[in-house]
């Protein structure tokens, strides 16, 4: 029986046609080009999935591009961190470029423009051009200073360069068609004046090249054959195709721009400007937050990159915007964590549980699976004694016949130990439990083959030795938006569905064997969910971020 031929999506389609209709296989070449002005996202990680992706299906190169036009927002920091989520994702690109590589050609070609007649310098305000645009159903009219002589464009556009003018006393446009139907057309900037120090260029340019002009021209240069955009950059095609048949010429290799549509995340926003705003107004501690949709903060909350990549492949593309439930992108992480997590013990909510009937001089170490999705993952050993934690939660002083956790006069089984029986529940002043007594029955003793070590009882419990109990904090995170799409409504402010409960710190108990754990290690609490060590713990002090939950909470919740 032949293997069924994965269907392509509309992307691939595209690619595919063009390779029938006369597109050599050794032209291909794409790129993912962030602007370093923040961190990337979760939508970021769509991208560069899609255009590193078409890479290795192509065995195609794929450049990093930093689209690096505006020096007020772009810091090196952020380049540092855009290369540092890229490769932590899995993927190599075939170089690092910068559009600030290319200013010096960018003016050279805009130089060419002004002598062709094809752009010119306006001397008016951004509110006078803004008015003269004209609407979608009324054509634009004329600048004052689009017949300017070629010779005296040239001169001005030499002075801006040269920092000779003041900020905003000048702009170049491209000279297009002021009754475009498409708005875009009515000849857009090409430069501005800025006399801001580049992060990399320094104070070499006092003009910078607007995104339009460097984006296309960056992908010609770089000999790119598909510039993969999301859907806001349709309108731009025209401008980009107008743009690079002024600089090429017939024999010439020219970029071709397609649109694929944004896939946003529930529960969350994912504009940069927005992100931006909840950094500094201290809603969030930084970009890498565990709370952030960036990939940052999803890699210190303890996503992998499997988790991540899978997440993107199975929403795949599309032409039209949706919402992505945050449960999906949880339901991939757990898929990954449940093969790959080590197994240990964690007690969040602690109850102290007292086995009258063992020897209080007594210590054991008991041996557990690591994993039992992974064969390879082996066993350790833990410690037991007298003395236990377990979760408030699993004791009952009564329960119906569905509580299948402790209860009086019933017994369950304590993971990778003994079969316990609960006696007696010991309360303070105020009624509450503080203490459950109970026995134990020493022959049950998990894996030792014992007839007793074999009888069924219905409950597992978690578990640690109190003696034994390294505390840690434990960081818990909810969705951070009580809304679904929180910066859809046009009469309210995003910021006010900011959910008050999304991060909770506790101090639970977790055996000892925890106590060296490294930034970033994965484990599942058994019975509770994954977790990841974060960045700030130590030996003296760990600290656990909850990844997810062991099952969708939300889904009951929404329902």
Known sequence: ????????????????????????????????????????????????????????????PVNLRFDDTNPIKEESA?????????????????????????FQQLYDWAVKLIKAGKAYVDSQTSEAMAQQKGTPTQAGTASPYRERSVEENLELFEAMKN??????????????????????????????????????TGDAWKIYPMYDWAHGESDFIEEISHSFCTLEFLPHRELYNWFLQQISTTNDFV?????????????TVVSKRKLAQLVEKGIVTAWDDPRMPTISGLRRRGYTPNSIRKFAETI?????????DMSHLEF????????????????????????????????????????????????????????????KEDFREEANRKFFRLKLGKEVRLKSAYIIQANEAIKDENGEIVEVHCTYDPKSRSGSGTPESKRKVKGTL?????????????????????????????????????????????????????????????????????????????????????TVGLRDSWAKIDK
């Open 1 to 60: 029986m032949t293997e069924e031929k994965k269907s392509l999506n509309f992307i691939e389609q595209i690619i595919e046609e063009d390779l029938q209709n006369g597109y050599k296989k050794e032209e291909l070449k794409f790129r993912f080009p962030p602007e370093p002005n923040g961190y990337l996202h979760i939508g970021h990680a769509s991208s560069i999935n899609l255009n590193f992706g078409l890479g290795l299906r192509y065995n195609a």
């Open 78 to 102: 952020y380049v540092n961190a855009i290369r540092k989520d890229v490769e932590w994702l899995g993927f190599k690109w075939e170089k690092e470029c910068y559009a600030s590589d290319y």
């Open 163 to 200: 920092g000779k003018t003041k900020e905003g006393e000048h702009v170049l446009r491209a000279k297009i068609d002021m009754a475009s139907p498409n708005m875009l057309m009515r000849d857009p900037v090409m430069y501005r004046t800025l006399h801001k120090p580049h992060h990399r």
């Open 255 to 267: 970029p071709k721009q397609r649109e694929f549509a944004r896939r946003n995340l529930s529960h």
């Open 316 to 324: 795949g593309v599309g032409k039209r915007e949706n919402v992505i």
């Open 332 to 391: 991939c992480a757990r898929e990954d964590l449940n093969k790959t997590a080590t197994r240990v013990m964690g007690v969040l909510d602690p109850l102290k549980l007292v086995i009258t009937n063992y020897d209080e001089a007594k210590e054991e170490w008991l041996e557990t699976e690591n994993n039992p999705e992974d064969e390879q993952a082996g066993t350790r050993t833990i410690p037991f004694s007298r003395e236990i934690y377990i979760e």
């Open 462 to 546: 978690h578990w640690v030795s109190i003696e034994h109990a390294v505390p840690a904090e434990i960081r818990l995170y909810d969705r951070l938006f009580t809304d679904a799409t929180p910066d859809a409504h046009k009469e309210k402010d995003f910021l006010e569905f900011i959910n008050p409960k999304s991060l909770e710190k506790i101090t639970g108990y977790v055996e000892p064997a925890l106590q060296k754990a490294k930034e970033l290690e994965h484990y599942q609490f058994q019975r509770i969910g994954y977790f990841c060590v974060d960045q700030d713990s130590s030996e003296n002090q760990l600290i656990f971020n909850k």
